[in-house]
């Protein structure tokens, strides 16, 4: 069974930062494209960054330059590094794990992270 189990969201105040983790289990994630989405109440769910296993990744023009998204393979584990936090970042945050090619699509259950002074 797969899981995809996100931590580290919360409060922060604008110009703060916060640090995602994303652990994925019951996948080899070296074979996955690894993300980040974020959907804001009222809104459609959008790309933050993503990351492949060869570390390329690619960033929501909102988010570059503040934003940095890595993987650590062998620990199945994505994170997102998340500085000079806006009151527009607040949103609720989603892993995903995609097999280019393949109908493997898999999204973690979310966490909240709040911007707020």
């Known amino acids: 069974q797969v899981q995809l189990v996100e931590s580290g969201g919360g409060l922060v105040q604008p110009g703060g930062s916060l640090r995602l983790s994303c652990a994925a289990s019951?996948?080899?994630?070296?074979?996955?494209?690894m993300g980040w989405y974020r959907q804001a109440p009222g809104k459609q769910r959008e790309l933050v960054a993503t990351?492949?296993?060869?570390?390329?990744?690619n960033y929501a023009d909102s988010v570059k330059g503040r934003f940095t998204i890595s993987r650590d393979n062998a620990k199945n584990t994505v994170y997102l590094q998340m500085n000079s936090l806006q009151l527009e970042d607040t949103a609720v945050y989603y892993c995903?794990?995609?097999?280019?090619?393949?109908?493997?699509?898999?999204w973690g259950q979310g966490t909240q992270v709040t911007v707020s002074s």
């Open positions: 019951g996948l080899f994630s070296y074979f996955y494209v």
């Open positions: 990351i492949t296993s060869g570390a390329s990744t």
């Open positions: 995903n794990a995609e097999r280019i090619g393949t109908p493997f699509n898999y």
